[in-house]
Antibody, heavy 119, light 112 residues
């Protein structure tokens, strides 16, 4: 079965960077794009970007350009999110998600990783 | 880019039917059949309920259905049950250079 297992909660200071991992299993890693979606406390869902695990090509939402980097390691079927120049507004739960049969339907989700930005 | 527009809240009684709307533009909802709906219970991971406007993933109840007219998509739930009480989010592919998928602001469904 498809599984996405994310790294644990992180606390970071304003201006610092954070790394979140998403280890996948149960399917062909290079066959499906992986997306990242975040949810600020009490707020809605926000798409951040995707990575093609086969080629490493990425696409980011404009509001995260310059601060967000997505990478992958095919040897351990894991994708990574790096978010820099953190501010308090980046406090959120970060999810990795894999599409199902379509291109934009997020059928499989990681359990979420809470990132808290606080001085 | 602005989020898709959903009502903040919807209320229904057990056994009734409700509909949640999701309004976008011709650059997202109206232009593509890539609308999805997610159910989110407090503290839980979002669950895909509808994709490609009106398709149900395996395991999702037939009580959930989706449709679209122009720039507005809709999620309908029939035979409301207490367990349906949750937040519901729509999403759509967007042709904006600034993004790829855009979400709605979410609708809180209360089952009285």
């Amino acid at each position: 079965q498809v599984q996405l297992v994310q790294s644990g909660a992180e606390v970071a200071k304003p201006g610092a960077s954070v790394k979140v991992s998403c280890e996948t299993s149960g399917y062909t890693f290079t066959g499906y794009y992986l997306h990242w979606v975040r949810q600020e406390p009490g707020q809605g869902l926000e798409w951040m970007g995707w990575i093609n695990p086969n080629s490493g090509v990425t696409k980011y939402a404009q509001r995260f350009q310059g601060r967000l980097t997505l990478t992958r390691d095919t040897s351990i079927t894991t994708v990574f999110l790096y978010l820099g120049r953190l501010r308090s507004a980046d406090t959120a739960v970060y999810y990795c998600a894999r599409v199902g049969v379509g291109a934009t339907d997020f059928e499989f989700w990681g359990q979420g990783s809470l990132v808290t930005v606080s001085s | 880019q602005s989020a898709l527009t959903q009502p903040a809240s919807v209320t229904g009684s057990p056994g009734q039917s409700i509909t949640i709307s999701c309004t976008g533009t011709s650059g997202d909802v109206g232009g593509y059949n890539f609308v999805s709906w997610y159910q989110e219970h407090p503290g839980k991971v979002p669950k895909l309920m509808i994709y490609d406007v009106n398709k149900r993933p395996s395991g999702v109840s037939y009580r959930f259905s989706g449709s679209k007219s122009g720039n507005t998509a809709s999620l309908s739930i029939s035979g409301l049950q207490a367990e349906d009480e949750a937040d519901y989010y729509c999403s759509s592919y967007t042709n904006s250079r600034n993004s790829y998928v855009i979400f709605g602001g979410g609708t809180k469904l209360t089952v009285l």
